[in-house]
């Protein structure tokens, strides 16, 4: 009886040892796989983002080239101050409504 005994605690001993070490390694994988899945999204998220952001950028950056090649007209074209900064104020105005409050 002994034996028998034994040999139950064992094969017990055995089967819960490798049931804690499938567990312990089940759930370390599940980890990685979630981390990796987060970096992953927040890596496209923040590429996302980088690219619309270039994109106003880009747009305001050609916006403000136009008006300033504009301007270099109308001074070589000997217009006077008044209607210069009438278009400067003009175009400020509509790049304000364009893009934000913030923008200019």
């Known amino acids: 009886m ?20 499938m567990v312990i390694y089940t759930s370390q994988l599940f980890y990685q796989i979630s981390v990796t899945n987060i970096y992953d999204a927040g890596s496209d998220k923040i590429e996302g983002v980088a690219a619309e952001l270039e ?16 301007v270099e007209n109308m001074v ?7 209607r210069i900064l009438e278009y400067i104020k003009k175009e400020s105005k509509n790049q304000e409504e364009q893009f934000d409050e913030n923008y200019p």
């Not at 994109?55 to 504009?70: E, G, H, M, P, Q």
């Not at 070589?76 to 008044?82: A, F, L, Q, R, S």
Request: hydrophobic share 45%; no cysteine; aromatic share 10%.
């Open 2 to 21: 002994k034996r028998s005994t034994l040999n139950l605690l064992l094969t017990l001993l055995v089967t819960f040892v490798l049931m804690a070490f």
């Open 55 to 70: 994109n106003y950028l880009d747009t305001a950056k050609s916006v403000l080239w136009v008006t300033a090649d504009t």
């Open 76 to 82: 070589e074209n000997g217009d006077n101050p008044e």
